[in-house]
């Protein structure tokens, strides 16, 4: 939980990040490679000046500082900073994809978006639905329970 926090903290200093919104945090099951401990997943909605590229470099640093050390695909990490969506934006690179292509199979990306958009529409692999709909079409028992309200982390 710490390092969400402090991830936070970061982002809340940062100079050109103008708001940051907070979902609840969620304890969830492993996604890709099940056999390590639950997760703790949130989401943050920011408004920045940032580039795409300049928001993933930021997000790396936290990252690094939180001790996190780039393995094996989908394995333990301390802190996972993605970049799910930008208004008017969209990036197809090797290292940056914007939407972020998984998200909406993913509940522990989706539940906690829901929090701060659950209208948002995002449309994937050619269908469109509003965040709250795409949650409803996942598995609901990937997330084993609410830890945090935003207000208390």
Known sequence: MQFLQKCV???????????????????????????????????LEIETEMMPWQLLRFGRILES???????????????????????GCEVDDADLKIPHPLMTQ??????????????????QNGEQKSVRQWCNTLEQDAILEKLYEPDEW
């Open 9 to 43: 903290q970061c982002f809340a200093v940062n100079s050109r990040i103008s708001s940051i919104k907070k979902s609840s945090v969620y304890v969830t099951k492993p996604w890709g490679k099940v056999d390590q401990p639950d997760f703790l997943n949130a989401v």
């Open 65 to 87: 500082a939180a001790g996190r050390q780039r393995g094996g695909r989908w394995g333990p990490r301390t802190l996972d900073v993605d970049i799910l969506y930008a208004v």
């Open 106 to 123: 993913r509940l522990f990306v989706m539940k906690p978006l829901a929090d701060l958009a659950p209208d948002l529409i995002l449309r």
